[in-house]
């Protein structure tokens, strides 16, 4: 399902395409707003667009292709093929992020991809209201938005799945607002925003992707999911910086091996929650409960963490930071 918005002769517009378009163009716009709010230089920021979008298409096809190896019949049809629904957020994510590494300028690049990719992600999540992506488990006592959408079987019937397009859409909306706030403040060092980014971020698709029934799965099983391994894994990055930081700036406290103890009963929590998931779905609201529950521990106390551990910068700083080498 895929609606034609418009047709401009041999030209066929379609609806999600269109939306997905226009949340990229946004957050081009977005980015180049926040460098230049953070006083970067101009020609590095173009620069950092234009590895971003080179980088980004290939990665986003080739990460859908290695999750869905029988979408496309061999390499060059994978790169090739015209269909905008054959492409991973993941991939995308991973060639920003090397446009900004090879930047110069990483960190700074970074917290301004930050908040502009969340607005364009809220944006571009709302295509799938054009399509039958992102959804998950057959809704019965909830069928109206923003739990459920309707989507059509094979077999002219419809049923009511959860619209987790909708809330990746919100978490993103909300996040980026949160993150726009703090960086309008210009407090924080670089790379502090980005590190929130992850830390929100990869917290939120650990258990949305669970609950999608078209995720992207390691090639040889049908259970594990890729943005869930990566996300899982980023969080746990995120978290052990903090934990490293943690100690380097406030010295051995008696608090911290028991933080540590429990940040890993909560990390197993997650875990275990998503087996029990796999095997017992109609117990996915209980399931859900629980994970959502330890992971807005994890995310508490991680941003405890940050606050601990910070550092702030100074005007003086901000302006020798900025200046262009």
Known sequence: MNPIAAILDSIVLYR????????????????????????????????????AVVLSLPLARLFYWYGRPNGFSSLRQAVTAPNTEAFALAGAMAGCTLAALLSGMPAKMLDCMSVAGCGAMA????????SDSNRGQIMTHFTSLPWAV??????????????????????????????????????????EIAML???????????????????????????????????????????????IRAVKKLGWKRWMPPLWL???????????????????GLEAAFAYSVMGTCLALLVGLGLCLWHLSREFQTDSMAMVETEPK
């Not at 944006?123 to 054009?130: I, S, T």
């Not at 980026?176 to 309008?184: D, H, K, T």
């Not at 917290?203 to 669970?210: E, H, N, P, R, T």
Request: include cysteine; hydrophobic fraction near 55%.
């Open 16 to 51: 999600y395409s269109l939306i997905l378009a226009l949340a990229a163009a946004a957050g081009v716009c977005c980015f180049m707003a926040c460098c230049s709010y953070a006083q970067l230089p101009s020609f590095r920021a173009c620069i950092t667009v234009f590895l």
């Open 123 to 130: 944006l571009g999540r709302l295509g799938c209201f054009f």
């Open 150 to 191: 309707p989507v059509a079987t094979a077999s002219g019937q419809v049923e009511y799945r959860f619209a987790t397009f909708l809330f990746q859409a919100a978490v993103a909306a909300a996040l980026g607002l949160s993150l726009a706030v703090l960086f309008l403040r210009r407090r924080q060092r670089p790379g």
């Open 197 to 243: 980014f992850v830390l929100f971020y990869s917290a939120s698709q650990v258990i949305l992707d669970s609950t999608r029934y078209d995720s992207l799965y390691f090639p040889g099983n049908g259970f594990i999911s890729i943005v869930q391994v990566f996300a899982a894994v980023a969080l746990v990055a995120v978290l052990a910086y903090l934990c």
């Open 262 to 280: 429990m940040l890993t009963a909560l990390l197993a929590g997650v875990g275990y929650m998503e087996y029990y998931v796999q095997r017992h």
